[in-house]
């Protein structure tokens, strides 16, 4: 120990610092902004960089790779100026490298690095300055480095070194005192839990001196530790190089949430909630009345590519033989009375089909209207073309239907010849089903029925004997003159069902390509959309077809196909007083082309849309663009149900009245809305019931006959309903209260949603006829209004004057106005024939009339007479 | 099944005993011996027991009458020669180990359709199963050897069908088929791993016929008990080394027939062959090409059995294709050629016209006229045949080329309706549920009979057993044996045996409701809308004959011979196949409007849930619970009166 005096007596050491005092430590992190992480710490006059990249993917060797926890990887170096005399190389030399591997022991036992398996974290540091005590330093820099690239370690690691003379252990070496002859040891610990992550120490000590090193070194690193976490605290504080999540605390509820919003937003509502009705009203109804506008529709496209470009040329020549055989077909029914079922077999023979005939017969309930029927007898005939080297699973049918009198017998004529052409080609890929049915929509459903083997509706029929597979796609024919002027399309079905849009693209193609007048509606199109008579011709032609669609009923024998998913239409001719002429060899040519492109069909129609309305054959609006008109209405009911809801749930300001109020509505709640209910569903049902049970006694007593008597019943029926219910409550529960009629109206008019939306979704026009008339009367009828003018007012929008008013603006929309009586009798006739296709065919619109929009349109009225 | 067989050979012995007099080489082994493989072959049941019989009228056939103005030619001498009985010729020729014959039979169908049917046959006598590998191969095909000796397969059957046959306006075929692909195979008993060999043999197959067989897997393979028996020689009835499937969508076109042809000796070079342009066989109604490989016996105590290829192909040409203003059908108009020549390899090639409906030649007219007659019991109808013997110069005439001329002079005439026919179809609407009706007629006016139905459906299809009913004429028909084997999902179809007695002259209508699978998304076939095949049901019977209703069959026999319906004639083997089903089952909507409502909903319900939340949450910090000891010390702290921590 000669030389220096490491130690002064009075227990000073060289620099003056006392025995356990460490030099000034100063430290900042995130000195470089590329790395991940970096730190600059100088202890006295030791100063060294950190840096540390990762965790990143293993670089160089794989076979590093641990595949439970991080690599870490250490590098020490020194710069060439940090030592007095100057040194050659910064790194490689033996003490780099025994410095480096102390590290990364170091560093391992800090690190988590189980964390980041296969991957590797990279720890470089430099020594700046070195005054002593360079492991401790590097250590602590790393340290700060590491926490600042943001890598989880158990603890900090501080490390000081420290040494023993004269008995006494001396913290924090600097250069002097380690080249001094000191002993020196290092320590690295983890201060919070006092691990020990590396202990160094290179020269002699006795034993029983060790133990009071490590104490003085532990006390040292303690103390570090400290500096370092303050470091830390400051470094976050600043928000220098840590991003920080703020969460903002302010005291912002969300805006339904929060009470006074919602009571604003509410009132809003309510206080507002007339006019945005009436504006929701005009809206939709605009919205609707615009669909019609050409430049707000789209321009149908033939979505199936099975029938898209492929040009064909029509060929068939037959239109004359064709008309001859209808001439014939004429004279036979004629001699026959009715279906001349074996000339038609034997014709259809000759043709090469396979014939078969279905006997069906259909007890009416009661006759109809200008049929006077009760017991419908008849013969299906049918000739199947089998197609060449097909299996016999798919099939088309062309059907024509045998109408009494001079009708469509060029129809069936066009059929045979198109069946006799038909035959001759080898190019069918699904079988033909040549189809006469007699009775038009009864034998359609009677031959629909034993095809598929079916009984909906009580009919009886003998089973078919031979089928085509499943059906791709039917047309209907008819024709009742030699030479058209133009075709129809039908499209409209049973409840509203609509064919597959491609099947009117494919009609429409053809007739651009063959150069024949089409219509829709009987409707021409016409080009002046931009002219108000464009416009009102294209609303109209809508406002026709929404008006059929909304009867339910089919418009055509290929209405009934659609139930079975069978996608059909019917075409008409028309002759009408236009110049333009079209032969019958033309129309056979195009139901050619339009069948072979069926042929080609590799799936059933699907491709294109199957809500749709047209208001003309080249535009059609799609179900997202008319939904809205609805919508618009249906959530006026809503707001009315909110409004309501709100009034119910906030009792009136009125003190002792209010009271009085709230007392009384919780005891007669259920009952005062069960009871309209029930007796207004009552009287739903005896409507539905009663008109054809009571026939025969109706008759027996008034000089009727059934039909009318059906019909009478059932408007009796109707009117009485008015007087029924509407003071019921009053026998059961005294007077009524102001939140009785509430409760109910607020039942109604969900109820009337419901009812509304579902229907809407079936059948559109059905749904915005009655949303049209229903919802002005659900949202503003209370007991509080005007009796006599708004029972006017209830009166002439129920379901009954609405049918009446429909009746008169589709004979108007026609082009064929009715006198008053006229429409009177129309309109009796259409309920009688309601009657009928619900019974006949399983029409929907009369059950969903009686049970369920009736009644609740009597609730309507029931909350008019509330007392 | 033995029955079936029994028709086969019935046939076959035609053929055979035609070469035996005309030809006078030594078929007589082959016949006889086939004749006996049906006797050792012990059916199952006493139906087949009936049936098996059913050959014997075809053994006393009617030998070769001249037609009266029969010219003395050489056809002549011919038949003087076969008029002396030779029942038993012995065999003093050396037999060749192979053999090949080659027929074309053409019906005129009353429909004015026209039916021809050929049938290529190859018999070898080797033993595939033996040790010692096959490698020289001479007349049999080589990868269909192949194929036999690797997978140990004892009877193969496989059809190609394009079309239906239309049995009420054609009557039985020769050999049915159901249409699509239709594969049957018998394993030898020595197979372990069946259900592996079967999978491989498929994707051979479908290698060899260019066919999409390998699409043949567990859901659409069954193990029919009862349905199927071995045509060949042999006894083992175990079922489950039998492997069935059919593949209902199998388009057949010329890319099959090529292979097919192929495995012919001749090729399409020669013979009959040459008839097989496709360009006209595919302009037909109906087309099946077919080939069915068995063990049969070679000699009278079936000692040696040998191989028989027989490949068949069938095909009805349509009266109405345009250009048919005449009604007559020539070799070359249904063809597009003419013969010149039987294939050299075959011992015997012929041409066979049924003229049984035309006995003075008012219905139709066939130019050139031939002397032959042969006459034969064909499902049970003794038929009448004009023959043509290719191998003799004579028949090509001095224009060296046969073009068959069929005039058709009138087309009255009723057809005999076929006694059995089958139809199937699906009943009811809507996408979750519906029926499958299978109605069997038995046009039999006062004989009933028993019938095998065989159902397979898919396991999409989910079949209420409980539904099934049997009913004929109104009645509940109890079927005496059911043999049902329920449908894993994705694994294994629906597997329906009956045995049904049909009633005389009467309807039987099979129903059994099913519920349409929602499939997997992934699983739908790229369109969809097509709707799914379900394969044809099989109803394999014993038909009573025709023969015994026939009040004037005294005429042509002794009279001696005819007053008991003979028991060998009274029933036949019948296989009939229903139509395919097609069936819509419930299918998303794939096209792009479906996608958009995929994506919209998508968007709508992020959308809406993030502004659900920003409308009626509010947000706050949440306090870190403190730890525990900070808990328990600001207990402590609180009891002192101490602020917490």
């Known amino acids: 120990m000669a030389g220096l005096e490491l130690l002064s007596d009075q227990g000073y050491r060289l620099d003056g610092r006392k025995a356990t005092e460490l030099r000034k430590v100063q430290a900042r992190m995130g000195v470089f902004a590329q790395a991940d992480g970096s730190a600059y710490l100088e202890q006295g006059n030791t100063k060294a960089l950190a840096v540390v990249y990762g965790p990143h993917e293993i670089r160089g060797a794989r076979s590093r790779i641990r595949h439970d926890r991080a690599v870490i990887n250490c590098q020490y170096s020194m710069a060439t100026f940090s030592t007095a005399e100057r040194k050659r190389r910064p790194h490689g030399d033996r003490k780099s490298t025994e410095m480096s591997l102390h590290l990364k022991q170091t560093f391992e036992a800090a690190v988590m690095t189980q964390l980041y398996p296969r991957s590797q974290i990279d720890i470089y540091v430099k020594i700046l300055q070195s005054d002593g005590g360079n492991y401790s330093v590097c250590v602590n820099a790393a340290t700060l480095a590491v926490i600042d690239a943001g890598i989880p370690m158990r603890d900090y690691v501080c490390a000081c070194t420290v040494g023993f003379v004269d008995e006494t252990p001396l913290a924090d070496l600097c250069y002097a005192e380690e080249s001094g002859g000191v002993s020196s040891l290092a320590l690295a610990l983890l201060p919070r839990g006092g691990q020990i992550a590396l202990l160094q120490m290179d020269a002699r000590l006795h034993q029983d001196h060790l133990e009071s090193l490590i104490e003085a070194a532990m006390t040292a690193c303690k103390g570090v530790s400290k500096v370092l976490d303050e470091v830390v605290d400051v470094t976050l504080e600043t928000g220098s190089s840590v991003s920080k999540l703020y969460v903002t605390t302010d005291n912002n509820m969300g805006l339904l949430s929060d009470p006074n919003r919602r009571r604003a937003l509410i009132s809003l509502l309510t206080r507002l909630n007339a006019p945005i009705c009436v504006v929701c009203y005009m809206a939709g109804v605009a919205w609707f009345m615009g669909l019609a506008f050409e430049p707000f529709t789209l321009r149908t496209y033939m979505s199936e590519n099975a029938m898209g470009s492929t040009m064909v040329e029509e060929r068939f020549p037959a239109g004359e033989r064709a008309l001859a055989t209808g001439r014939e077909f004429s004279a036979h029914k004629k001699k026959a009375g009715g279906m001349p079922v074996d000339w038609l077999v034997k014709t259809m023979q000759a043709r090469g089909l396979e014939v078969f005939a279905q006997r069906f017969s259909r007890t009416l309930p009661f006759p109809d209207e200008n049929k006077e029927r009760y017991l419908v007898k008849g013969t299906n005939v049918y000739g199947i073309l089998r197609a060449p080297r097909a299996p016999r699973t798919e099939a088309l049918v062309l059907s024509a239907p045998c109408t009494p009198g001079d009708n469509n017998n060029q129809a069936v004529g066009l059929l045979l010849g198109l069946a006799q052409y038909f035959r001759n080609q080898v190019y069918w890929a699904k079988d033909i089903i040549f189809l006469v049915n007699e009775h038009d929509l009864i034998g359609m459903q009677a031959w629909l029925e034993g095809y598929h083997h079916t009984n909906t509706t009580g009919m009886d029929w003998s089973p078919l004997q031979g089928r085509g597979g499943s059906i791709q796609a039917a047309l209907s024919l008819e024709l009742s003159s030699d030479v058209i002027t133009s075709l129809d399309l039908v499209l409209e079905g049973l409840n509203g069902q609509l064919p597959n849009l491609d099947l009117a693209n494919l009609f429409y193609a053809f007739c651009q390509k063959i150069g024949v007048l089409c219509t829709i509606q009987g409707k021409l199109q016409r080009n002046d959309w931009d002219s108000v008579s464009g416009y009102s011709h294209s609303v109209q032609t809508m406002m026709l077809m929404v008006m059929k669609q909304a009867s339910g009923r089919p418009w055509g024998d290929h209405g009934l196909f659609l139930r079975y998913h069978i996608e059909a239409a019917t075409i008409k001719g028309i002759n009408s007083f236009r110049q333009y002429k079209t032969d019958t060899t033309t129309i056979g040519r195009l139901l050619e082309g339009m069948y072979r492109k069926l042929n080609n069909l590799l799936e059933r129609l699907h491709q294109s849309y199957f809500f749709y309305l047209m208001p003309s054959l080249s535009h059609f609006v799609s179900i997202g663009y008319y939904m809205p008109a609805f919508g618009l209405l249906a959530v006026i009911l809503l707001l009315r149900a909110l409004d309501l809801w709100v009034q119910l749930a906030t009792p009136p300001p009125r003190t002792e009245d209010g009271v009085a109020d709230t007392e009384q509505m919780s005891s007669p709640g259920v009952l005062s809305v069960l009871t309209p209910l029930v007796i207004s569903h009552l009287t739903g049902v005896a409507l539905y019931m009663l008109p054809i049970g009571f026939q025969e006694v109706a008759v027996e007593h008034f000089p009727v006959s059934e039909t009318e008597a059906v019909v009478l019943t059932a408007i009796a029926i109707y009117t009485a309903g008015l007087a029924l219910p509407h003071n019921t409550h009053r026998l059961l529960s005294g007077e009524g209260t102001e939140q009785g009629w509430k409760v109910l109206k607020l039942v109604a008019v969900l109820y009337l949603a419901v009812l509304l939306g579902c229907t809407a979704l079936i059948n559109f026009s059905l749904g915005f006829i009655l949303a049209l008339t229903l919802v002005p009367v659900a949202a503003f009828v209370t007991p509080h209004v005007p009796k006599v003018l708004s029972a006017f007012i209830l009166v002439i929008l129920s379901p009954a004057c609405t049918l009446l008013f429909s009746v008169f603006f589709f004979q108007e929309l026609q082009e064929m106005p009715v006198s008053f009586i006229d429409g009177w009798m129309l309109f009796l006739s259409v309920i009688s024939q309601g009657i009928l296709d619900h019974s006949l065919y399983g029409s929907l619109v009369y059950p969903l009339i009686a049970l369920l929009v009736y009644p609740c349109w009597l609730l309507f009225w029931n909350i008019l007479f509330w007392k | ?645």
């Open chain 2, 1 to 645: 099944m033995a029955a079936h067989r029994c028709s086969y050979s019935a046939f076959l012995l035609i053929i055979c005993s035609l070469s035996r007099f005309f030809v006078a080489d030594s078929q007589e082994t082959t016949l006889t011996g086939d004749n006996h493989a049906a006797e050792v072959d012990n059916p199952q049941t006493a139906t087949e027991t009936a049936g098996q019989t059913a050959e014997q009228p075809a053994v006393e056939e009617k030998l070769w009458e001249a037609t009266e103005e029969a010219t003395p030619d050489d056809a002549d001498t011919d038949k003087q020669d076969t008029s002396t009985p030779e029942t038993a010729a012995p065999s003093s020729v050396p037999q060749p180990k192979d053999d090949f014959q080659e027929e074309l039979v053409i019906r005129p169908l009353h429909s004015g359709d026209i039916y021809t049917s050929f049938q290529f046959r190859t018999l070898w006598e080797t033993d595939f199963m033996r040790g010692n590998k096959v490698s020289h191969y001479r007349l049999f095909p080589k990868s269909l050897g192949q194929v036999i000796s690797k997978f140990s397969v004892r009877e193969l059957h496989i059809s190609f069908t394009q079309g239906y046959w239309r049995t009420m306006q054609w009557g039985q075929p020769f050999l049915p088929s159901p249409p699509g692909a239709e594969l049957w195979v018998w394993f030898q008993d020595s197979v372990t791993d069946v259900d592996g060999t079967w999978k491989e043999l498929t994707n051979v197959l479908s290698g060899i016929f260019c066919a999409s067989l390998n699409f043949i897997d567990s859901t659409n393979t069954v193990q029919p008990s009862a349905s199927f028996k071995p045509l060949g020689i042999g006894n083992v009835t175990d079922h489950r080394f039998l492997r069935y499937a059919t593949l209902p969508r199998e388009i057949v076109c010329t890319e099959n027939l090529t292979p097919w042809k192929k495995l012919l000796p001749c090729g399409s070079k020669a013979g009959l062959a040459v008839l097989l342009k496709s360009e006209k066989l595919f302009h037909s109604s109906f087309h099946s090409q077919a080939v069915h490989i068995r063990p049969v016996c070679q000699d009278w105590q079936c000692k040696t059995t040998s191989w028989e290829l027989r490949q068949t192909l069938n095909v009805v040409f349509d009266l109405h294709t345009p250009g048919q203003g005449k009604r007559e059908w020539s070799l070359f108009k249904m063809f597009s050629r003419t013969l010149t020549e039987a294939c050299p390899l075959a011992s015997s090639s012929k041409i066979y016209i049924d003229i049984t409906d035309n006995p003075q030649g008012e219905q139709f007219e066939v130019s050139p006229a031939t002397p032959l007659l042969g006459q034969a019991m064909v499902l049970g109808d003794r038929r009448t045949f004009s023959v043509y013997d290719l191998t003799h110069q004579i028949t090509f005439g001095t224009v060296r080329s046969l073009n068959l001329l069929i005039r058709w002079k009138s087309s009255e005439g009723d057809m005999l309706r076929p006694l059995l026919h089958g139809e199937r179809y699906v009943a009811g609407y809507g996408l979750q549920t519906g029926e499958i009706h299978t109605l069997m007629y038995n046009n039999h006016p006062y004989r009933s009979f028993p019938v095998l139905l065989l159902d397979s459906v898919p396991w999409y299809l989910r079949l209420y057993i409980h539904t099934l009913t049997v009913a004929s004429k109104g009645k509940d028909n109890k079927p005496s044996y059911i043999h049902y084997q329920p449908s894993k999902d994705r694994v294994r179809p629906h597997l329906l045996e009956m045995l049904v007695q049909l009633p005389p002259n009467s309807v039987t209508e099979v129903t059994v409701q099913f519920e349409r699978a929602l499939l997997k998304w992934t699983e739908y076939t790229p369109d969809p809308n097509h709707g799914f095949y379900v394969g044809s049901s099989v109803i394999s019977s014993l038909v009573p004959s025709i023969v015994a209703m026939d009040t004037n069959s005294t005429r042509e026999q002794p009279l001696f011979s005819s007053f008991f319906p003979c028991k060998e004639e009274s029933s036949y083997f019948v296989r009939v196949y229903t139509e395919p089903l097609l069936v819509n089952l419930p299918t998303p909507d794939f096209s792009m409007p479906y996608n958009v409502i995929c994506l919209t909903c998508t968007v709508v319900a992020v959308g809406y849930g993030s502004l659900y939340n920003l409308l009626t949450r509010s947000f706050q910090i949440e306090e870190p619970s403190p730890g525990l000891a900070k808990r328990i010390a600001n207990i402590i702290r609180k009891m002192r009166g101490v602020p917490p921590l």
